[in-house]
């Protein structure tokens, strides 16, 4: 399987809508996705699978803010789940952003999801809060997560470190 990072755009909001209505009971709307792919202070991140005709199988979308980066949304086609394509949007997204050593990275992820939970604890993200009833499905809690800056030598920024 042959797997291409690129920058998503509106055309694609077909594909995102398909895989987004599969992996979510609540899923975004076609007008949310479109508002983050047209932002400018927005990354969009889509995983294509070069075998398969280049068909989009999962995505990444990521707002930035004062202090942060926040994860807005991440899935993976259900067939192409466990394969390493999430792991992979999420280094390439620090790639992108080892410059801004000012902003971490934040998100949520509902506290039943064991093996998302995982995968951000291995890509260096640490649980740092619960909002209360987050998801609007089922009042479940979302798990607040954090990462510090990514420098260019792949250690945390200065900015950030734990003083000594």
Do not use: C, Q
Request: charged residues 25%; aromatic residues 10%; proline residues 3%.
């Amino acid at each position: 399987m042959t797997i291409e990072l690129r920058r998503l755009t509106l055309g694609d909001l077909g594909a995102i809508e398909r895989i987004e209505r599969e992996a979510y009971p609540t899923p975004w709307s076609r007008s949310m996705f479109a508002g983050e792919v047209a932002k400018p202070s927005s990354i969009s991140l889509g995983a294509f699978d070069l075998d398969g005709e280049g068909t989009l199988v999962g995505y990444l979308i990521i707002s930035r803010y004062v202090d942060a980066w926040h994860v807005m949304n991440i899935a993976v086609a259900h067939a192409y789940r466990r394969r390493g394509i999430a792991s992979r949007m999420l280094e390439e997204l620090f790639r992108l952003t080892e410059h801004d050593r000012k902003r971490g990275y934040t998100l949520e992820v509902r506290v039943s999801n064991t093996s998302a939970i995982a995968l951000y604890e291995r890509l260096g993200f640490n649980a740092t809060g619960i909002r209360r009833g987050y998801y609007t499905d089922n009042r479940e809690d979302a798990l607040i997560m954090w990462k510090d800056p990514v420098a260019k030598s792949g250690t945390v920024a200065a900015a950030r470190a734990p003083a000594r």
